[in-house]
């Protein structure tokens, strides 16, 4: 056997000093490689969002009309329902939307009875309003109650204007002519009226104007009234009044007076002026001229 020869590797000698030191320095330098800053984490997938079904329409219940709400009941009560459709109910074509809206109709006996209602009711008023003044006047000569306009008050009282004595309204009313004639200077102003509610709303305006005590309303019929000291007369009658209210004025009214008629004028006098126009104009009469126009006509 052959015998073999190891060569002998030659040992470096290790100063114990650079040992130590290197020994020392190797935790420093593991630790050093411990400190460094890790990696951050690779970030994670977004989750993808999933679309959610849309929630499905909600049946809408179709309106119910009065011809459903009956078949309904009908079917309630035990009939068999009925499928067409009923005369009168909407959607049926040609039918205005008016005339399904409509009420019952009045058939002749509520007519009837309205009709008595409305009589009875005119009655009434005429009982309470009008007739406690024109018991003892004929009918041909009563005057229904008819207030003023402003316009005609106005217009009155301005063929009035700048003329002085006493002033009366033949068939008052309200008493808002006789009112504003003491306004305008126009004194002693006395109202002639028969109504007694009528009186009282005429001294009430009277009050509330602060001509309380200053102005004149009496209950005498205009018919028995003696004008003779009268300068100024005011008269917003009917035309049926007018022939025989002419009359009495030519008989009892001095020369210097001057009568206004408003509505209606009188049908044998020629006016001295006129003012306004329609239902608002009014005429003034000097009782001398109208006597002078009788005379030459005569």
């Not at 190891?6 to 935790?27: E, F, K, L, N, Q």
């Not at 309630?76 to 329902?81: E, K, L, M, S």
């Not at 018919?223 to 009044?241: E, M, R, T, Y």
Request: hydrophobic residues 40%; charged residues 20%.
């Amino acid at each position: 056997m052959h015998s073999r020869t190891h060569r002998a590797r030659p040992r470096t000698h290790v100063h114990p000093a650079r040992s130590a030191a290197h020994a020392a320095a190797a935790p420093a330098h593991t630790a050093s490689r411990s400190r460094s800053p890790a990696r951050p984490p690779a970030a994670a997938p977004l989750p993808v969002p999933v679309p959610l079904p849309l929630p499905l329409p909600l049946p809408v219940p179709a309106p119910r009309c009065d011809g459903q709400r009956r078949r309904r009941k009908a079917a309630g009560a035990g009939a068999a329902p009925s499928v067409a459709m009923e005369p009168g109910e909407p959607g049926e074509p040609g039918e205005p939307a008016w005339e399904r809206r409509a009420g019952p109709r009045l058939g002749g006996r509520a007519l009837l009875e309205l009709a008595l209602a409305g009589g009875a009711a005119a009655w009434a008023a005429w009982a309470v309003l009008l007739m406690p003044g024109f018991r003892r006047v004929p009918l041909r000569l009563q005057v229904p109650f008819q207030p003023s306009s402003p316009r005609q008050v106005g217009n009155a009282l301005r063929l009035l204007r700048g003329r002085c004595g006493k002033t009366v309204d033949l068939g008052s009313g309200d008493g808002r002519l006789v009112v504003e004639a003491y306004k305008q200077g126009l004194r002693p102003a006395i109202g002639y009226e028969l109504n007694p509610w009528l009186l009282c709303l005429s001294k009430y305006r009277a009050w509330k104007a602060g001509c309380h005590g200053k102005v004149s309303f009496l209950k005498k019929d205009l018919w028995k009234v003696n004008l003779c000291d009268c300068h100024n007369v005011i008269v917003f009658l009917a035309p049926s009044v007018k022939p025989p209210l002419a009359t009495k004025l030519l008989a009892e009214l001095p020369d210097e007076a001057r009568v206004v008629a408003g509505r209606f004028p009188f049908p044998s006098w020629t006016p001295t002026s006129t003012l306004g126009q329609g239902l608002e104009q009014v005429w003034a009469y000097d009782m001398k001229e109208v006597r002078r126009a009788g005379q030459s006509s005569l």
